[in-house]
Nanobody, 123 residues
Framework: QVQLVESGGGLVQAGGSLRLSCAAS????????MGWFRQAPGKEREFVAA????????YYADSVKGRFTISRVNAKNTVYLQMNSLKPEDTAFYYC????????????????WGQGTQVTVSS
């Protein structure tokens, strides 16, 4: 069982930055690939970024590539999402998720989810 708790969301102006954190419970954090997803009002949940168990490989949605960076520190049981050059269209609830099978763009490959944190980007 893995419990995930996101933090770091908030209100920021367009062009600004935020860093989201996701703290995981348990001693098996390094066994899970991690992902970030987001969901805006009235829209489906969408993939944002993913990172492999070791952190050696990362994957991004085209909409955030070059602006967002996913990273992890296994010794701290934490995964991060650094978000730069934020745009109003990045406004959404952001969720982190853990996958035992590996990194994926697909939300159904993830076994555990956090409660999410709101990110609002004003124009």
């Amino acid at each position: 069982q893995v419990q995930l708790v996101e933090s770091g969301g908030g209100l920021v102006q367009a062009g600004g930055s935020l860093r989201l954190s996701c703290a995981a419970s348990g001693r098996t954090f390094s066994s899970y690939a991690m992902g970030w997803f987001r969901q805006a009002p009235g829209k489906e949940r969408e993939f944002v970024a993913a990172i492999t168990r070791s952190g050696g490989s990362t994957y991004y949605a085209d909409s955030v590539k070059g602006r967002f960076t996913i990273s992890r520190v296994n010794a701290k049981n934490t995964v991060y999402l650094q978000m730069n050059s934020l745009k109003p269209e990045d406004t959404a609830f952001y969720y982190c998720a853990a996958s035992i099978v590996g990194s994926s763009w697909y939300s159904d490959r993830y076994d555990y989810w956090g409660q999410g944190t709101q990110v609002t980007v004003s124009s």
